[in-house]
């Protein structure tokens, strides 16, 4: 292990045999984490090449469960996201996908700091099970044609590993280590094809634009040379995504979506995403029609019913906290990365890896972008039972509110 941990080190590229031999070290627990880091810290700073990074997703990969799709008929599409405020796009997705014919198999994460988990969303509705057996998984899909569940301790098990490490030792933001971490969940899952929103901005992981085309661009190569096609939507989060933000409350602003509601952003968002999965799946259809026809809520109920769900017992706190404008004007900028905070101090996100999430929790945004303000009228909500006065002031301070107009701009920026 010495020899590799000096190889990196010297900016020496490493070879199959070497990453294989690193990773089988990792799951057999035959490598120290102080090894294990030194080698994490290499590759952050001397980097991987593409075939490099294509065989660390690889072997990765090759560590853990590997779907088994084939008698699920239909194309298999995923979508992923890097994480971000108000971001509940995977809980229309994914029925709207399958309402379209995809077959939509996703492993979604929980929430860790400022951004929100798919999972977490989810198990807000009572009795909803994330932690599946795979034949239920599978027969799921086959009735519904999507299915949401946690990663499991069989998928893609050394990437926990690097991960906790990473975490700790200043290396998350690594574009070869990035890629083969969400690569190697995702491609466990017999996919055909992969959708990536790639999220940039105020309150996304990738803060410029610059930077998540070198990621982007790297994810899509390394999924290409492992037989799987990649397209990739970068979206704006500057600003929060729709008008809640937490977990139960997010789940009923999804629901609403798919009942009919015009969350515009949200809305267009979705839709760009879907559009990118059907043309991977070379399926034609006018995605907006079918969001309209509300079919696509019929298929996330009895998702949700077979997974142990009951939305009719989903529910937030019912007296929330006003926030009132200290000033009048026009909102000119919502600052997504500070809301995304105030609503971790709400209860509904969590600061440490193993604490839990107050599901009820989280924040309503009443006035958005572009909209006029009162002096004390009330611009957002806050759902919580702990404290309400830091949350109040951490709202207040996302907020910037001024006299110029200012029209939102289409969250989509660019579409590869």
Known sequence: MLELIRKKRDGKK???????????????????????????MAIYYKGMDLEETTQLTSSMIETGLIFDLKDVPGCKVDKHSTGGVGDKISLVLAPLAAEMGIIVPMISGRGLGHTGGTIDKLESIPGYRAELEFPEFKRILQETGCSIISQTEDIAPVDKELYALRDVTAT??????IT???????????????VIDLKVGKGAFMKELDSAKRLGERM???????????????????????????????????INILKGSSIKDTVEVTLALV???????KIKGNVEEILKSKRAYAR???????????????????????????????????DAYKIGIASLYTGAGRQQKDEKVDVKAGIEILK??????????TIALIYTKDPYEPVR?????????????????SRIIERW
Not at 222 to 227: A, F, I, Q, R
Not at 369 to 376: L, P, S
């Open 172 to 177: 998350v933001e690594s574009i070869p280590l």
């Open 275 to 281: 559009e990118e999965m059907c043309k991977i799946a």
């Open 14 to 40: 490493l070879t199959r045999p070497d990453i294989e031999k690193f990773i089988t070290g990792v799951k057999n627990g035959e490598i120290p984490d102080y090894q294990i880091s030194a080698l994490l």
């Open 368 to 377: 958005k972008e572009g909209e006029e303000v009162g002096k004390g009228e």
């Open 180 to 194: 083969s971490s969400i690569l190697c969940k995702k491609l466990s899952e017999d996919l055909d094809g992969l």
């Open 300 to 334: 996330f109920e009895r998702m949700v019913e077979l997974q142990g769900g009951d939305i009719s017992k989903l529910s937030t706190y019912s007296n929330p906290y006003e926030v009132k404008s200290e000033k009048a004007g026009i909102v000119e900028s919502i």
């Open 220 to 254: 899509k190569r390394v999924g290409e040379k492992l037989g799987t096609e990649i397209r990739i939507v970068f979206t704006d989060q500057s600003s929060p995504l729709g008008k809640m933000i937490g977990n139960a409350p997010e789940v009923i602003e999804a």
């Open 393 to 409: 002031n951490m709202v207040l301070s996302a907020y910037r509110v001024g006299n110029k107009e200012t029209t939102p701009g």
